[in-house]
């Protein structure tokens, strides 16, 4: 069973530019949330999405975005990119969290980095 | 790989030593609770978990022990071994809230 896939692996973009990030989760999840970490701030909560809506959304600007397609691929996009946007960001899936929590596996993660 | 975070809590044990790993977590709301193992280079990986109406829960040389009274979870490693240094997450969840709380990371080192 593949696991969960994140492209492209690495990205180095310029300020001011828009990126759009990849996520591939496991087959049959339908559950994926995304993740930014960086070492100031450890790994903090971006969105999480179902059946492709968005149920919760973290701190971020609306510079952050994010969608899922019917077959649950996420893609998450970042407008308007800033230096501080420079970030592990990961994608991660799991079964169903509308009854019961169940762990998350995650991707390798996107490394992107602004200059 | 790059590092996790340059500024974590560092634990430093020797081989065969036990571990363990401490976790406040935020949220007297979260009923469930993860810890993920992370390498350098690699995402997040899932090493054990336990509902809030256990205290205690066994893996495979790995316990998890949560103590809702003061809010705080920890991760015994029995018989550290060098493939076990690592950064080392505790996450929370309230179930319904779709959304998963990390702590800050602990670094473990193993020393052979």
């Known amino acids: 069973k593949a696991g969960v896939t994140q492209t492209p692996r690495y990205l180095i973009k310029t300020r001011g530019q828009q990126v759009t990030l990849s996520c591939s989760p496991i087959?049959?999840?339908?559950?994926v949330s995304w993740y930014q970490q960086t070492p100031g701030q450890g790994l903090q909560f971006l969105f999480e999405?179902?059946?492709?809506?968005?149920?919760n959304k973290g701190n971020f600007p609306g510079r952050f975005s994010g969608r899922q397609f019917s077959n649950s691929r996420s893609e998450m996009n970042v407008s308007t990119l800033e230096l501080g946007d420079s970030a592990l960001y990961l994608c991660?899936?799991?079964?169903?969290?509308?009854?019961?929590?169940?762990?998350?596996?995650f991707g390798q993660g996107t490394r992107l980095t602004v200059v | 790989g790059e590092s996790v975070g340059l500024h974590l809590p560092t634990l430093s044990v020797q081989e065969g030593d036990n571990s363990i790993i401490n976790c406040a977590y935020s949220?007297?709301?979260?009923?469930?609770f993860i810890w993920y193992k992370q390498e350098s280079g690699k995402g997040p990986q899932f090493i054990i978990d336990?509902?809030?109406?256990?205290d205690k829960r066994q893996g495979q040389r790995v316990t998890v022990l949560l103590n809702k009274t003061v809010k705080h979870l920890s991760l015994q490693i029995a018989a550290t071994q060098p493939g076990d240094s690592a950064v080392y997450f505790c996450a929370e969840t309230v179930r319904g809230g779709f959304k998963t709380i990390f702590g800050a990371g602990t670094r473990l080192f193993v020393k052979a």
């Open positions: 999405y179902f059946s492709e809506t968005q149920r």
């Open positions: 949220n007297s709301a979260s009923d469930y």
């Open positions: 336990i509902r809030s109406n256990m």
């Open positions: 991660a899936s799991s079964l169903d969290s509308s009854v019961l929590n169940t762990e998350a596996f």
């Open positions: 087959s049959g999840h339908r559950s």
